[in-house]
């Protein structure tokens, strides 16, 4: 399994960036998926989840209204839209498969990870 984000990089607050994951060796309409970041010196926080179908959609209370989830099964790829950047979302972002599909906010209960990219936003 692998999972491959993109689509990271630097922008000025107010600034819009959209990341990508894509998703190869497993069944990806089997999994919800998540979007998680760490900032230096902090642990890892759940960002937003889709379900396995896009039926189901979560934000965290700090990007909510910001950010958008989506996901295209046909083409095995998980995308999270972020627009109004501020410095405080600067981090590594990261995706994750939970087979069991429960949409969940607990990073331990996702099975594959992938390897991260940065984002930086600047005031």
């Known amino acids: 399994v692998q999972l491959v984000e993109s689509g990271g990089g630097s922008v000025q607050a107010g600034g819009s960036l959209r990341l990508s994951c894509a998703a190869s060796?497993?069944?990806?309409?089997?999994?919800?998926m998540g979007w998680f970041r760490q900032a230096p010196g902090k642990e890892r926080e759940f960002v937003s989840a889709?379900?396995?179908?896009?039926?189901?959609?979560d934000y965290a209370d700090s990007v909510k209204g910001r950010f958008t989830v989506s996901r295209d099964n046909a083409k095995n790829t998980l995308n999270l839209q972020m627009n109004s950047l501020k410095p405080e979302d600067t981090a590594i972002y990261y995706c994750?498969?939970?087979?069991?599909?429960?949409?969940?906010?607990?990073?331990?209960?996702?099975?594959?990870w992938g390897q991260g990219t940065q984002v930086t936003v600047s005031s």
């Open positions: 889709i379900s396995r179908s896009a039926g189901r959609t």
């Open positions: 060796g497993l069944t990806f309409s089997w999994f919800a």
């Open positions: 994750a498969a939970d087979f069991a599909g429960r949409n969940t906010y607990n990073a331990a209960e996702y099975d594959y």
